[in-house]
């Protein structure tokens, strides 16, 4: 037994394989130690090539070694237990199941932290020093750590796949290369890695795009969801006060009817009574008059009853009808009537204005009406076109002096006298037209509304001539334009005309894709009608343009937001 002080060293007595403290500690010929169940796993995997060794040292014996339990060893392992300390972990130099372990290390290997994919073989920090130190070995190329070196290795001529087939589409070495892949469009895969890497950055340069179009987007959404949770409270807090108002001006004009009524009801009251009073007032007479002719004919003495019988059986004559017809309980019943009238009012406008109002609140807004359409895609609905809507608004320095700005520089009219522009370098001269201040990438859409009897709508890069007749939009090849002319369109790009059927309509929408090379124009009214579509590549930003033709015409960019 270990004598009390003595340091045990906890690494010593834990087994290599399973890196643990030794369990049923075996010591085999070599002298190494290992639990009993992790060194007869171990060879019992080796039984199949017929071997039996030292996982450390790699010793090699004819013959299986027969394993018996080293008591010393367990007895020191228990020992170690007893001060407190557990289970040896893992030493993290070196290397588990899931790691690539030095090529080069004898005994229990390190991890490695470099694989050379010149030498195919993986190095731990002691064993990779040579690769920094040696002078050709500096020129070798070293990768993380990897277990599949070997797939470098062409398993037919055992050389190093240096070689790509692009017939074939794979890795190969440089036998292969004249030999089974003779006559086959090969190249070195240093060359077809540059050519696949400008590719993969191409591709990379796409998702980075879209990844910034879909940010946009989802602070688009979180925007959007700030401005409905604004536009519902404030909607819910006016809809509360208006609804508190009606319902407080229905309980007044209850409360009048009440009061009216109750006025009435005490005045019929009133004079039901004082009827009543003067009723029984009668009655109280008649009993009492009664009371005497009952006692004048009850008199036995002839002289005596015939001596009072004037006085006694006259009766004074009756203020009121001899019968009362009581009217059946009808006293308020239009009052109730008109009520019911007015209840049946309320209820046929609160049925259809809640039909209105239900319908408003229920309609999806366009930003969310519609998926968005895949790459090269046109939305289906108008809702889907006014998700991509962009506020476009007239650039002042580009108007020809003949145009006229209104509407917040949305509208512009054409007038005969110049107006009084300043001089400016990208003022259209030539033609009556007009470039946006905006430009347009991405998805855009946008409205145009026109009373011209002769217009173009365009999109135009910032680079179109401002003078002479190549500066007309449609007439050179930095513009596109559909022209309404003559009562017919026509579709414009590089003074190439193409006809153009559709129905007529003052409003005309601009659908343009520009990564997708997509520009549509189309005839709004109660539905969408496609115009024309051109598929064509954008180099530079677009920009909206208008030319109108006639005195007194207009044209204005619509708001659609």
């Known amino acids: 037994m270990a004598q009390k002080g003595v340091h045990l060293d906890q ?308 203020t009121h009808s001899s019968s009362i017809s009581i009217r059946p309980l009808r006293h308020f019943e239009d009052v109730t009537a008109a009520v019911k009238e007015l209840r049946g009012k309320v209820e046929d406008v609160l049925k259809d204005t809640w039909t209105n109002i239900s319908l408003t609140v229920t309609q999806p807004d366009v930003l969310l009406s519609e998926p968005e359409p895949g790459p090269g895609l046109e939305p289906k609905t108008r809702a889907g076109f006014l998700r991509y809507s962009r506020d476009i608004t007239l650039d002042p320095n580009t108007a020809n002096t003949n145009l006229v700005l209104s509407e917040g520089d949305r509208k512009v009219t054409l007038v005969r006298q110049h107006h009084s522009y300043p001089d400016h370098p990208d003022r259209f001269s030539y033609c009556s037209e007009i470039l946006a201040r905006e430009s347009l990438t991405g998805r855009c859409y946008w409205e145009v509304e026109t009373t011209a009897r002769g217009f173009s709508i365009a999109v135009s890069y910032k680079s179109i001539s401002r003078a002479g007749s190549e500066s007309g939009f449609g007439q050179n090849d930095k513009s596109w334009a559909l022209e309404y002319y003559d009562n017919s369109y026509k579709f414009m790009c590089n003074d190439i005309q193409t006809p153009v059927s559709g129905p007529w309509s003052s409003r005309i929408g601009v659908y343009l894709d520009h990564s997708a090379g997509i520009l549509s124009f189309y005839s709004v009214s109660e539905t969408m009608t496609l115009l024309h579509t051109v598929q064509t590549t954008f180099t530079e930003p677009l920009y909206a343009g208008l030319w109108i033709y006639y005195d007194g015409d207009t044209a204005e960019i619509c708001k659609l937001k």
């Open 11 to 318: 690494e010593t007595f834990s087994c290599s394989i399973c890196l643990d403290l030794l369990k049923d500690p075996v010591t085999i010929p070599c002298g190494h130690s290992y639990c009993m169940t992790c060194i007869n796993t171990f060879w019992d995997k080796e039984d199949q090539e017929g071997i039996h060794s030292c996982p450390q040292c790699r010793q090699t014996f004819t013959t299986r070694p027969v394993l018996l339990k080293s008591t010393m060893l367990a007895a020191l392992v228990e020992e170690l237990k007893k001060t407190g300390l557990q289970a040896a972990p893992a030493d993290h130099h070196y290397a588990g199941p899931e790691d690539v372990a030095c090529d080069f290390c004898t005994g229990r290997k390190r991890k490695a932290v470099k694989s050379c994919l010149v030498c195919l073989a993986s190095y731990c920090e002691k064993h990779l020093q040579p690769h920094y130190d040696g002078v050709q070995l500096k020129k070798h190329q070293l990768v993380e750590p990897s277990k599949n070196l070997q797939e470098n290795i062409c398993s037919r001529h055992d050389e190093v796949k240096k070689m790509f087939c692009r017939t074939d589409q794979q890795s190969i070495c440089y036998l292969c290369s004249v030999d089974q892949h003779k006559g086959h469009d090969t190249v070195s895969a240093a060359a077809e890695r540059t050519e696949r890497q400008k590719e993969l950055e191409v591709s990379r340069l796409n998702i980075q795009q879209r990844i910034q179009d879909r940010q946009k987007d989802v602070k688009l959404l979180q925007q959007e969801l700030k401005d409905i949770k604004v536009s519902a409270d404030k909607t819910v807090e006016d809809s509360e006060e208006m609804f508190s108002e009606l319902i407080h001006l229905i309980q007044n004009r209850s409360s009048e009817v009440e009061q009216q009524i109750r006025s009435q009801q005490v005045i019929e009251e009133s004079r039901v009574k004082e009827l009543q009073e003067k009723l029984e007032q009668e009655i109280r007479d008649l009993e009492r008059k009664d009371a005497e002719l009952k006692q004048l004919s009850d008199t036995p003495d002839h002289s005596q009853f015939l001596h009072n019988y004037p006085s006694v059986s006259a009766l004074s004559e009756s």
